[in-house]
């Protein structure tokens, strides 16, 4: 992004890529049809349970969605640089 080191941008691509494809088969659709990460813990989210009991396990948290996205939108714009794997960005 700042640099435009396209040799970075190489060799460092195939883990981009790998990290977006394993988030991919990771989300799941939850029942508003939206695509979120199955169990998580985030420092923005706790509750109690029925039983008083203190839990912080969610599905989708904030922190997970939004270092997916960035994920995400990064693998796609560096594939967009580099002008490979068309299939994949889409």
Do not use: H
Not at 62 to 75: K, Y
Not at 80 to 85: A, G, R, S, V
């Amino acid at each position: 992004l700042f640099t435009k080191d396209v040799d970075f941008l190489k060799k460092y691509y195939p883990i981009l890529k790998g990290s977006a494809t394993f988030c991919s088969e990771w989300l799941i659709e939850n029942s508003k049809g939206e695509l979120v990460t199955p169990v998580s813990t985030s420092p923005e989210n706790a509750y109690l349970m029925p039983d008083d009991t203190p839990a912080s396990v969610c599905e989708g948290s904030t922190m997970d969605i939004a270092i997916i996205r960035s994920l995400f939108s990064n693998t796609i714009e560096v594939s967009k640089i580099l002008q490979t794997d068309r299939d994949f960005r889409s």
